[in-house]
């Protein structure tokens, strides 16, 4: 099973984390986890490529990328489940949607705070083609 799984650092991506670790042993086979955080887009200004450059921005999404996956990083190696780690840009739902079909997932993991309404989890839920595992 593929299980794309969704963080951002918070302490609610950390608890689908926990969950998924706690519940890996309880799959069939191994799951393959696809663990990704999705960065907006950084706004376009003009005249900022004068004094930002693509070599910067690029750091800084892979700057904060590791710092949303660090925790569920060691979380997972803990609990000796593979993953394969993602920094990706974009709207967050859409790019997470996207990245679940080209990777083949079979689940998309998130967590999900209280009040999510109009949240990420909410647009993933009900856009996904596969089902969605919202923990809180």
Known sequence: MRILLAVDGSKSALEAVDFVVAHAATL??????????VHRPVPKLPGMGAAVGKAQIARYYEEEGAAALGEAKK???AGRVP????????????????????????????GSPKAMIGSV?????????VPVLLVK
């Open 28 to 37: 069939r086979e191994k799951p393959q986890i696809e663990l990704v955080t």
């Open 75 to 77: 979380r997972l190696e």
């Open 83 to 110: 993953y394969e780690a993602h920094v990706l840009v974009g709207d967050v739902a859409e790019t997470l949607l996207k990245h679940a079909k080209k990777a083949g997932c079979d689940l998309i993991a998130v």
């Open 121 to 129: 989890a909410t647009k993933v839920l009900h856009a996904a083609g």
